[in-house]
């Protein structure tokens, strides 16, 4: 077995790994496609990964937060348009996502004055930027519940058959 890396400022592909208990060469055997070289290269950031790289990482690690970390930080679209999602409890997810509906809820009346005429007014700006950024808070509460869903599954907590058959489209 590798020695431990003792870098201080490990990126989350390095973190994902070592979380495994995996040496370079064990995760190219579990990645498959991936040799050992592109992934010291890819951890000590001397090469951005690819972003099937990136996917098959996040499925073999079982670490999804993976794909949002490429697209957020190092994808030039997602820099623009991706926000960084980050993990937390269930419980927070519900109560964050609870209180953006109260507030939404408070604010649907406000949002119809505003929008009934197609244009948005110079008095109407400074609360439609208001009702946009709490959109945007709940848009962020929703994707960090999906990812908590695949965390979920990828730890084995929630049968993903099961979720598959009852979520299918």
Request: aromatic share 6%; hydrophobic share 35%.
């Amino acid at each position: 077995m590798g020695r431990a890396s003792t870098k201080k400022n490990k990126n989350p592909y390095q973190i994902a790994r070592e979380e495994m208990g995996l040496t370079r060469e064990e995760a190219s055997d579990l990645l498959l496609s991936i040799p050992p070289e592109r992934i010291e290269r890819i951890e000590n950031e001397k090469t951005v990964p690819h972003p099937q790289d990136v996917l098959i990482m996040s499925k073999g690690y079982k670490m999804p937060h993976l794909c949002n970390y490429y697209c957020s930080n190092e994808c030039p679209i997602g820099q623009e348009y991706v926000p960084e999602i980050k993990a937390k409890a269930l419980s927070q997810i519900v109560l964050e996502t609870l209180a953006s509906l109260n507030t939404m809820k408070k604010s649907q009346e406000r949002l119809i004055e505003i929008t009934a005429d197609g244009v948005i007014d110079d008095t109407e700006l400074e609360d439609f930027i208001f009702i946009q950024k709490e959109l945007e808070r709940l848009s962020v509460t929703i994707e960090t519940l999906q990812l908590w869903v695949e965390q979920t599954i990828a730890d084995g907590k929630i049968n993903m058959s099961k979720y598959n058959e009852i979520n299918k489209d």
